[in-house]
């Protein structure tokens, strides 16, 4: 099956950083998608991103489908923005996750 | 639009008790997923559901574990009997026929 590999694993960032967030994947797929999950453990969908670049506010992201990676950006990093992010891609229907970037943001 | 909705939002429950866990998906969604999370495996999708049909269940642990969608509006994930490994969180997922999963807010399950 799709393997997916998420960078780094952990990331502690003093607010107002910008950061990059990287996942692999290793066979061609038609869905991909980047989540938040909140420390209430919410699992907030941020982009729904098989190709391309978008944007929303501080967060944008860019998935590169012919060399299979996407990259999450985030730039002036808030305390908020803490929890673990997640890399989901799918083909045939199903989602399989990334094992996560888990971010913390210190006043 | 109200989200996915999942009941209940906790759950703990003796060892060997049945559990059910129910989902309303997104109107219009055609798709519905079961995932499971620990700290140990990280999100496993369960089993998944097209227009009411199930498609893939392989990721279903063992044969305590059922699920059902009656109709378009609604799931459910049985286990019976419950075990203490089985704890975690059961979230359910929908999409459309192009585009991203909504998840629901989860349901955190302890077997004690």
């Known amino acids: 099956g799709i393997q997916v590999e998420q960078s780094p694993p952990d990331l502690i960032l003093q607010e107002g950083a910008n950061s990059t967030l990287r996942c692999n994947f290793s066979d061609s797929v038609n869905n991909l998608q980047w989540f938040h999950q909140n420390p209430w453990g919410q699992l907030i969908n941020l982009f729904y991103i098989p190709s391309g670049t978008k944007q929303n506010g501080r967060l944008s992201a860019t998935t590169v489908a012919t060399e299979r990676y996407s990259l999450l950006y985030i730039s002036s990093s808030q305390t908020t923005d803490s929890g673990v992010y997640f890399c989901a891609v799918g083909a045939g229907g199903k989602l399989i996750f990334g094992q996560g970037t888990e971010l913390s943001v210190k006043p | 639009d109200a989200g996915v909705i999942q009941s209940p939002r906790h759950e703990v429950t003796e060892m060997g008790q049945e559990v059910t866990l129910r989902c309303k998906p997104i109107s219009g969604h055609n798709s519905l997923f079961w995932y499971r999370q620990t700290m140990m495996r990280g999100l496993e999708l369960l089993i998944y559901?097209?227009?009411?049909?199930?498609?893939?269940d392989s990721g279903m642990p063992e044969d305590r574990f059922s699920a059902k969608m009656p109709n378009a509006s609604f799931s459910t994930l049985k286990i019976q009997p419950s075990e203490p490994r089985d704890s975690a969180v059961y979230f359910c997922?929908?999409?459309?026929?192009?585009?991203?999963?909504?998840f629901g807010s989860g349901t955190r399950l302890t077997v004690v």
């Open positions: 559901f097209n227009n009411n049909v199930p498609i893939d």
């Open positions: 997922a929908s999409s459309p026929r192009r585009g991203g999963y909504t």
